[in-house]
């Protein structure tokens, strides 16, 4: 198990490229990013052992992915990334948040009020972008999902590629898709590869699976018959991992309730300061009457510098740190009570490839002592509910792969990760993901609670026993979203109860 073949073809023939091809292939890596390269930049890059490697990993760990990439921007790149990402990013949390290191112990559950940290990359990074380190990536992820696809009735029996084209039955097969075409005569094709060999599935034009939303990088497994050459699957039926069907939420005697903000944006003009100020006046009277206990923001939770063009001109505080120093005063008008758990998102003060670490001690120490920092995404258990909380950037890559996903309604992209058991499935979009030795983004264990931000839409749902949630945002429409077509349904705060499951959506707008 490699790269993706559409990057692993690259890979496999570096030795025989020429100079001037690696070139080519250099420039289209970072083309197809937006990225431009200095003359001075593209010599580093090229004085490489590896320039596909070295170029992929800068990209996947530059905070921002600048128009025009300079020498300069490279070498500070070498620099950090000797350092950094070989650090635990707990050393760079401050003393008064040793929680994190702590939280999975019983003695600590008194201070952090019963939220325990199951599984979060923070601290837990080594990665080095390396091809090895892809290699391994990809290899976990595999691995991962094959055992959740090994354990489905109708996959028993599977076998390793190199053994089921060999028969001359129907077979059984667990494999990742590298790529996806269609022929000239309508049929698809689907690339196909195992930890130790891959081939062409082939699902013909009149097939009911001819519309099946099959996308780059994903586990599933495949039903089918060799051809008379033994080089093909004709696929007859595509099972994925998906989650044990389970008739409703299953209660417990939790009497808490929790509460979801995602996508603040303080620092942007559009930050929505009247709606939020009424919330917060709800939280000190109905909300914490009724038992709201914690309240999960789920990234983006200032606007940041620099994401999109022209940013600066939707901002109205410009300092990074200014505008976590206004966010940290703003929850401290949510009650004592309230317990606050703040994840980063794309637009945060962290590196831009996931999963993401907690924000850093520069960053937490902005906030006070009780607010608890975690990654992205995380496994929490809150009263013995296990939730899964995660930004949702990759969210833009599912609806630009399967056809039948919108913004309008970014729940149905949250069950279509949950069908595929990964948060972020397709490599090499719009989500930078970081090859650690563990994919962290793989969904297991299973959720009873699903949260996700970045859309900002606002929605509520189930998926066979799971509550599925899209947390809304606190920011108005931008003159950058209004270019895009994209309107938000903002100032909603969506309150689950962690013994029931009941959810209602309040709306302070």
């Known amino acids: 198990m490699d790269m993706p073949t559409r990057y692993r073809k690259k890979y496999l023939n570096r030795t025989a490229s020429s100079s001037a091809q690696m070139r080519e292939q250099v420039l289209e890596v970072l083309a197809s990013n937006g990225i431009l390269l200095e003359p001075g930049a593209l010599e580093i890059v090229m004085s490489k052992d590896d320039p596909i490697a070295f170029v992929q990993s800068a990209i996947s760990f530059m905070k921002q992915h600048p128009l025009i990439v300079t020498a300069a921007d490279l070498a500070e790149y070498v620099k950090d990334h000797s350092a950094a990402e070989t650090l635990t990013v ?62 489905r009735r109708e996959l028993a029996g599977s076998l390793p590629i190199s053994k089921a084209l060999k028969l001359e039955r129907d077979v059984r097969i667990i494999a990742m898709v590298n790529e996806i075409r269609m022929t000239k005569t309508g049929h698809k094709i689907l690339e196909i590869e195992d930890e130790e060999e891959r081939c062409l599935a082939l699902i013909p034009k009149d097939s009911p699976l001819i519309n099946d939303s099959v996308i780059p990088d994903e ?33 417990n005697d939790a009497t808490s309730m929790i509460a979801f903000a995602s996508d603040i944006h303080v620092g942007s003009k559009t930050f929505l300061r009247k709606q939020w100020d009424a919330m917060i006046n709800w939280l000190k009277t109905e909300g914490i009457s009724s038992g709201v206990n914690y309240l999960i923001v789920p990234g983006d ?81 809150i009263e013995g509910r296990t939730i899964l909380s995660y930004h949702g950037r990759s969210i833009d890559d599912l609806i630009g792969n399967i056809q039948s996903l919108t913004y309008a309604n970014p729940i149905d992209a949250m069950k279509e990760m949950l069908k595929r058991r990964h948060l972020a499935p397709i490599y090499g979009g719009k989500t930078p993901i970081a090859p650690e030795k563990k994919d962290f983004l793989v969904i297991d264990p299973i959720p009873d609670i699903f949260v996700t931000g970045h859309v900002h839409g606002a929605g509520v749902s189930d998926y066979r026993g799971v509550r599925i949630i899209n947390a809304s945002t606190w920011q108005a429409q931008t003159n950058y979203q209004r270019m895009h077509n994209f309107n938000p349904d903002p100032a909603k705060l969506p309150v689950v109860h962690l013994g029931t499951g009941k959810c209602i959506v309040r709306n302070f707008n």
């Open 301 to 381: 939770c200032v606007d940041g510098i620099g994401v999109f063009p022209d940013q600066e001109e939707e901002l109205i505080v410009d300092d990074i740190f200014k505008q976590y120093e206004m966010l940290g005063e703003l929850l401290k008008e949510i009650p004592d009570g309230v317990t606050i758990i703040l994840q980063p998102g794309n637009h945060d003060a962290v590196r831009l490839a996931e999963p993401q670490p907690a924000f850093q001690k520069e960053i937490a120490n902005l906030f006070d002592s009780q607010v608890i920092m975690i990654g992205n995404p995380c496994y929490l258990e």
């Open 219 to 251: 586990v599933i497994g495949l039903i089918g018959k060799p051809n008379r050459k033994g080089e093909m699957l004709i696929v007859q039926e595509i099972i994925r991992p998906d989650i044990p069907l389970r008739s409703r939420f299953e209660q």
């Open 90 to 151: 707990a050393n760079a949390l401050p003393d008064h948040h040793e929680f994190r290191t702590n939280v999975n112990q019983e003695s600590s559950a008194r201070k952090i009020d019963g939220v325990k940290i199951l599984k979060d990359i923070t601290g837990n990074s080594t990665c080095e972008g390396n091809i090895s380190d892809f290699a391994r990536y990809f290899l976990d992820r595999f691995n991962a999902i094959k055992r959740m696809l090994a354990h």
